[in-house]
């Protein structure tokens, strides 16, 4: 089989993996240089974690999901990850820990509520005002991402089946004759055309356009005094939600930067304008950080930076098989990344075997229970 993949970042690198893995053809186009520092895998870290509210289709697949990555440590001859733990705040009203908290119990996956008043004592970093539950699990930790895509984007250009394009921006793709026409004229043809393009990909399949929508989203990387990020090096990461802001922190593990962002969407922006960022864009965040980090006001601001989530209206991933000969690969909406190597290789394996698209669909949704036999 030879398969075309338009979109070099986590997803279209990881299906090619997969797919070079059981020796198959592979031709992968990316429009900038690969990897593209515009992708939304570029960024130092990624967390992976088993919270995530009612969703428990997608808490059941995080076992599944560090299966993968494992096979990829393998793969790539080194392991990207570092193990923090979760921890879960909430308060305002929100209940997103608590949801979590009762999905996870449904499935054998318990997380241990503290008492408010002791998180001073075991996070010592952390202030803790307008938090009113807390829970914590042992499970989840930091992807480092863009090593991660820099390292399989290495492993695949060794690989005798693969062909990469970079700067080899895609034109228009026919999911239905398996074709792609790049900016150049040249035309590719392929048993299957995947399009990974993130962002983009509204560009080249208009009729998902309401479906997938760019989301321009900000994060801050902090400085912080040598104290606290000793401190930090050792600490969990933290989803908070206390109603308007959707925060989460990933500590500086093995040396990255601490990172703090907001998970509200925007769904506005376009992934080609400039990337600057101001402070007044992350503005709340930074009062929320103030009244829940210890020592905040010491903190110093070492970069502002864009990333582009593609939102879907449910969160739901979207893979699916529009075309005879076609696929659309969107896993986003913000929690994507953490799954890259699972979907990348579940999809490998469904293009192989010929499994069932409509199932694996539901599947990648986290609707079904078990990827498609």
């Known amino acids: 089989m030879k398969a075309i993949i338009v979109g070099g ?14 020796g198959h053809d592979v031709e992968l186009f990316e429009r900038g240089p690969l990897p593209n520092p515009l992708a939304s ?9 088993h919270p995530y509210g009612d969703h428990v289709g997608y808490a059941r697949l995080i076992d599944d999901a560090y299966a993968a990555w494992d096979l990829l440590w393998h793969d790539l001859g080194q392991r990207l990850y570092a193990a923090t733990g979760t921890l879960a705040l909430t308060g305002n009203g929100a209940d997103w820990a608590e949801r979590s908290a009762a999905a996870l119990a449904t499935i054998g996956k318990p997380m241990t509520e503290l008492p408010v008043a002791e998180l001073r004592h075991r996070f010592p970093q952390i202030e803790a005002k307008g938090v009113e539950r807390a829970f914590w699990m042992d499970s989840g930790g930091v992807l480092f991402a863009q090593d991660i895509v820099i390292a399989l984007a290495r492993y695949l250009a060794s690989q005798p089946h693969v062909r990469l394009h970079p700067h080899t921006p895609v034109r228009s793709v026919d999911l239905e004759q398996g074709r792609v026409v790049t900016e150049a004229g040249a035309v590719h043809t392929g048993d299957v055309v ?19 929508v760019p989301s321009r989203q900000i994060v801050i990387y902090f400085d912080l005094p040598a104290a606290d990020r000793i401190a930090w090096a050792k600490g969990p990461m933290i989803i908070e939600k206390t109603g308007d802001v959707g925060l989460y922190l990933v500590p500086p593990m093995e040396g990255r930067g601490l990172k703090v962002g907001d998970h509200e969407f925007s769904r506005s922006g376009d992934p080609m304008d400039e990337r600057a960022a101001s402070k007044d864009e992350i503005r709340p965040l930074l009062d929320r950080c103030r009244s829940l980090l210890r020592g905040f006001d010491r903190w110093r ?17 979207v893979v699916e098989k529009p075309g005879a000969r076609g696929w659309v690969m969107s896993p986003c909406s913000g929690h994507g990344f953490k799954f890259g190597a699972l979907m990348g290789l579940e999809l490998a394996r469904t293009l192989i075997t010929g499994r069932d698209a409509a199932t694996h669909a539901r599947w990648a949704a986290g609707l079904e229970a078990t990827a498609p036999t």
Do not use: Q
């Open 9 to 22: 970042g986590g997803m279209g690198l990881s299906v090619a993996w997969g797919l070079a893995r059981d």
């Open 301 to 317: 601001t070492d970069r502002l930076k864009v990333c582009f989530y593609t939102v879907t209206d449910d969160e739901r991933f």
């Open 194 to 212: 995947i399009v990974a393009a993130g962002a983009w990909a509204n560009r080249l399949l208009p009729g998902f356009g309401r479906r997938l």
């Open 41 to 49: 895998s570029m960024d130092e870290h990624r967390l992976i974690r």
